[in-house]
């Protein structure tokens, strides 16, 4: 339990749960909301070339941008997979094994 | 170094290197990535009603299937983090405050 | 009313009413039938380069299942904007005009 | 070429060309850009009941905001089907008759 991804998860309930919105965090909603901010980088990057988007290029300011709409997309999922119970880390884990048979 | 966000990101980051995936894993195709997936679980749970798309309501075969898109959505994430250069532990947690100050 | 905007969403109007979907086709629903649609396109495209994502080069198999998901999100939007009472083809010229003052 | 889609379709592509927008309106682009907006009626919605979204419920604002959303989804899927040289007319006809077969 002191494993960061338990601590993340367990301060984005806290955050939901001392507000009270947890008639809100239901699994249809929070998926709309991870698929809602996974919107904004694709709108950040979507007329920069390939390598205009790569790590050097973008101006500190975008750059900060995405980086706060990684973590509204990070703190989404994680809302989402502690409602629905999914341990992250076992099905990215799993995920990958599975990758690996198939590449 | 043996944080489980780190770990998650290096094992990623090892399984693409094997399959000299650099080349596709820019942050405008990454970006790309983590959209379609987050558009999966959205079409798992579009025409349920709030109740039904809770823990207990889907079958065994469709919370398989959510666990699988979530660790999906997951990996992209981190993969995109990991070549934005941006600590994704860190930005949660920045987001997180600033969130304490608005709602 | 022969207008083709009109007689498509006609169309799709009485398809889901033959099928009784009313229930379904409610707007938080329609419109995460519209993103989760959209999210395929990207899935498609993500690891192509820009010159490779272009009319000539994608295979016949890959530009029929293109197609076909244009024509998903196409539908699904048709019939958002039909339950919202939305006129679809007056709200893009509004904005069109809009955007000519911004650009 | 006096059908409402053909009209719309022209005035997109006119709007991009006088403004020299044909090398950022690639496929992989407008695929984005239509996610990227498809997000945003998704995040609209994304707290509201079912019947909070339904169409007598939000505000004039809110109406209007989500009308210019469906709008520019719209716009950029036209774009998209143009510079595939799709007709979006015939595959939604085509899509429709395919349910028809489905369900």
């Given at each position: 339990m002191t494993d960061e991804i338990n601590s993340l998860t367990e301060l984005i309930r806290e955050f939901a749960e001392?507000?009270?919105?947890?008639?809100?965090h239901i699994?249809?909603?929070?998926?709309?909301?991870?698929?809602?901010?996974?919107g904004e980088p694709v709108a950040e990057f979507q007329?920069?070339?390939?390598?205009?988007?790569?790590?050097?290029?973008?101006?500190?300011?975008?750059?900060?941008?995405?980086?706060?709409?990684?973590?509204?997309?990070?703190?989404?999922l994680l809302r989402?997979?502690?409602?629905l119970g999914v341990d992250i880390s076992k099905v990215v884990r799993d995920k990958i094994d599975y990758n690996e048979t198939r590449y």
């Open positions: 001392k507000r009270d919105w947890g008639k809100f699994p249809k909603n929070l998926a709309m909301a991870v698929a809602g901010e996974a007329w920069l070339t390939p390598e205009e988007s790569s790590k050097e290029s973008p101006s500190d300011e975008m750059a900060h941008a995405i980086a706060m709409e990684i973590a509204d997309v990070q703190i989404y989402l997979a502690d409602v």
